[in-house]
């Protein structure tokens, strides 16, 4: 049953696997193959930023099979390509392609350990975009408060850290200031992550209600009917993923078409059913309760 993939995993826990996996010390498993039928998994790493090597001195340069995405929470991280190093620090993020030869490291000093996210997606095995440069052209790092550009404006609430097109479909990364419901709906094809930066957050999943708070991480598995909320004052800040990706493109539609979707500070599902089914997410019309949507 899908519903018997959700879980909320603790803070600082991992999962765990069939196979035992040693991991370095400091890293732990939020999500792995086996959760996510093979669509992506996601590491946290507070050691020295998985690079395995002192401060200042580069881990081997190593080219990848799966597209990688890092997040960095806090510290200073290397990621060297060809001669140049790009640096990484508190709420930037980057997206290193497979396929592209890169070398990560430590640059704050011996006393300090970077607490990165690297969220891996294989996609479709031996599929490699290197041979005419493409892995070169997809790289490209954010800032802190950066967004890739979409079809609209969206507020920052909703920052796009990735975007499907990016990642040839495989997911989409959010980072969201969940300040309002988002009501009962359901992805029927994309699996869906929710990493708690700060503040708590409620998740309605299946009938069942739950918290989650800042460094845990839950899984929301696609077939199933959940809704969230924010659970705290500041509202919570999230890390969102969607595998395969288009969350993004649900968000555009909703801002897009506000107007329609939400008279009088009461939401229409239908109305909403109408630009969110073409990307298989659909709204449970019975609970129009007056919600807003996201924004």
Known sequence: MPKDRFFLLDAGASRSTPTPVLLPSGT?????????????????????????????????????????FLYVREGDL????????????????????????????????????????????????????????????????????????????VPPAFSVKARTADTAGLFSFLEVTVAQPIPRHTHHVADEGIYVLDGALHIDFDGDEHIARPGQFVLLPHGVPHAIRPGSTPPPRVLQISSPGGWECVVEALIEHRTEVSRGGRLDPAALNRYTRRYHVTYEEESADGQGIPG
């Open 78 to 153: 290397g990621i060297d390509i060809g001669d140049q190093t790009h640096r990484l620090t508190s709420g930037m993020c980057a997206l290193v392609p497979r396929g592209l030869p890169h070398a990560l490291r430590n640059l704050g000093g011996a006393d300090s350990a970077p607490h990165t996210l690297q969220l891996s997606a294989p996609g479709v095995p031996g599929q490699s975009d290197a041979a005419d440069g493409g892995a070169a052209r997809r790289f490209f790092v954010l800032g802190p408060g950066e967004a890739r550009p979409g079809r609209i404006p």
């Open 28 to 68: 732990t498993l939020k999500a792995g193959p086996g959760d996510t039928e093979g669509r992506f998994s996601l590491i946290e790493e507070q050691g020295d930023g998985g690079t395995g090597t002192p401060a200042q001195v580069p881990n081997a340069i190593r080219t990848l099979d799966f597209d990688a």
